[in-house]
């Protein structure tokens, strides 16, 4: 306020009269604040760090000189003001072009949509492992209008062409070639004051390297067992509460339905482009998909024989279950999963379930990707609590540096991270661990589950991993909420972390839980148990 009023009263000095102060608007934009024939042109933004850009687009005049120039756009200190020198009815407003369409939009959140690279865009870098040369992603600072990215992208001869407007995440098309000019252009967007951040767009990897039927002899039930899925579903059919519906969203590589185990009366909606496959994935013959993997453990038909679902067998139609295939054409052209890929099929997904289930990531990612992925769940915590995101711990079998890991969780309350033990108890060799920065919430004996069962009677059940280890806890989650509506995402994940077991019995011998997955196996029937005592004790005091 100092500073503008000395300035006017240096411009009065010099015959100019000082004679209305009007409304502002953000760095980056006309402002209306006037004196006399002097406009303000730019003034710094509230939360102006070191300085701030202005686009010296006419005639000016300011308090403090510009510390530096990149031909008409110039970086002023945050206490300095640009003025217009010409009247103002010669002044103009400033008109950025509007984003692209939004192809998810979130209520009370947000919206957004993106690019798929091409498939001759991808090169291979050593620091981000294949990437698009010609696409970069920039954070604008919260407040700053997208007006800023358009500017960015015209000085990178690109344009804007995806967004996530709750986390402030741009998609900028360049036309960069190589790696080289994908560096070039990172750097002149992390010069930018307005810019938080900028980094590569990386892909997103899957995690991957009744119980009498004759398909779980063998011991082929033994990782039911050891979670007590079938006690929980005698707990449950016994219990005569009622139950809620159950929303699960699956974001994976589609679901195969032609081995016949999603006919029945679990709602599976594959409405989204893409999410349902034609025929088996080359690389799953025997389950259908990676993806149609995980929706076998959690809701293949319990009455059809051959495969059920931990999910399914109770809930029956109180059970919906929506799959999204994030390589389908709306998210990739190339066949890969992509990083703003990911959470724009996680929020589509979110949009008709509260319970997430995410079997992929990546262990070598930008860390200010990571960053971002915090922010997206943070987001999503605050404007939805009832939503949870259930991911993998990964295959990479070792302690994880969590800056360097999406989806990011470490200390999330609507994140659980699920890792993998054997069906003897032990850590599972290709398991990521805990580590000062990674959090893993729970084990879970995933790698040895029948995950697969084609029409000709093949079963696949090995090589699971975290992947196949994510629809138990998936499961258990959609048990206690169908039992439970009114508990919430932290609720959840602090009861399955509460109840898990510390052992399990193997042979007539306790094997701990491995500390590396969190010192806790998942107790499907200890959770489902919990819950229907209390519920039971609700009614009472409330009959009472």
Request: aromatic residues 8%; contains cysteine; negative net charge.
């Amino acid at each position: 306020m100092k500073i503008l009023i000395i300035l006017a009263f240096i411009l009065i000095a010099q015959g100019v009269e000082a004679i209305e102060v009007g409304l502002t608007q953000e760095s980056g934009q006309i402002q209306i604040t006037q004196i006399s024939n002097n406009n303000i042109m730019c003034s710094a933004p509230s939360d102006c760090f070191m300085g701030y850009f202005c686009d010296l687009l006419s005639p000016h005049i300011s308090n403090i000189p510009p510390t530096e120039c990149y031909g008409s756009r110039c970086v002023y200190p945050c206490d300095a003001i640009v003025y217009y020198d010409l009247p103002l009815a010669r002044i103009e407003p400033i008109e950025c072009p509007p984003l692209p369409d939004s192809t998810v939009v979130i209520p009370k959140l947000g919206s957004g949509t993106f690019k798929p690279p091409e498939p001759e865009s991808l090169i291979n870098t050593s620091q981000w492992g294949e990437v698009p040369a010609n696409q970069i992603l920039v954070v604008t600072r919260k407040g700053c209008s997208h007006c800023i990215v358009h500017e960015l992208a015209s000085r990178l001869n690109g344009e804007v062409v995806g967004y996530i407007d709750f986390i402030s995440l741009y998609q900028i098309e360049t036309s960069g070639r190589n790696e080289e000019e994908l560096r070039e252009a990172l750097s002149i967007a992390k010069a930018d004051p307005d810019i938080l951040m900028a980094f590569a767009h990386q892909e997103v990897f899957p995690e991957q390297n009744p119980l009498d039927d004759p398909v779980y002899s063998n011991k082929g039930a033994k990782s039911y067992q050891i979670a007590g899925v079938p006690q929980s579903w005698d707990t449950i059919n016994s219990s005569r509460l009622s139950l809620s519906d159950a929303r699960i969203g699956v974001v994976d590589d589609g679901l195969y339905k032609g081995y016949g185990e999603f006919n029945g009366a679990v709602r599976i909606n594959t409405k989204s482009n893409g999410s349902l496959l034609t025929k088996p994935s080359s690389d799953y013959p025997i389950a259908g998909s990676h993806g149609t993997g995980i929706m076998n453990i959690l809701a293949a038909d319990p009455d059809n024989g051959g495969l059920v679902g931990i999910a399914s067998e109770p809930l029956r139609n109180k059970l919906s279950v929506t799959m999204i295939n994030m390589v389908s054409p709306i998210y990739s052209k190339t066949g890969d999963a992509w990083y703003m890929g990911y959470m724009l099929a996680l929020s589509q997904a979110a949009i008709g379930a509260d319970i997430l289930s995410f079997s992929w990531g990546n262990s070598e990612a930008d860390p200010d990707a990571v960053q971002e992925s915090e922010e997206f769940f943070k987001e999503w915590a605050n404007t939805y609590p009832d939503h949870l995101f259930i991911c993998s711990a990964g295959n990479d079998g070792k302690a994880i540096d969590g800056s360097r890991r999406f989806p990011y969780s470490y200390h999330q309350p609507n994140v659980i991270t699920v890792g993998c033990i054997n069906n003897d108890g032990t850590l599972q060799r290709d398991s990521n661990r805990i580590s000062d920065t990674f959090e893993v919430t729970i084990g879970v004996p995933g790698d040895q589950v029948i995950w697969g069962k084609d029409d000709k009677g093949r079963i696949e059940d090995s090589g699971g991993e975290t992947s196949m280890s994510v629809p138990f806890v998936t499961a258990t989650a959609a048990l206690v909420r169908s039992l439970d509506p009114s508990l919430d995402a932290s609720e959840i994940k602090s009861l399955l972390a509460r109840t898990a077991r510390k052992s399990i019995d193997i042979g007539g011998k306790q094997a701990a839980a491995p500390k590396e997955v969190g010192g806790g196996i998942l107790a499907t029937d200890l959770a489902v148990a919990e819950v229907i005592a209390s519920m039971k004790n609700s009614t009472e005091t409330i009959a009472s």
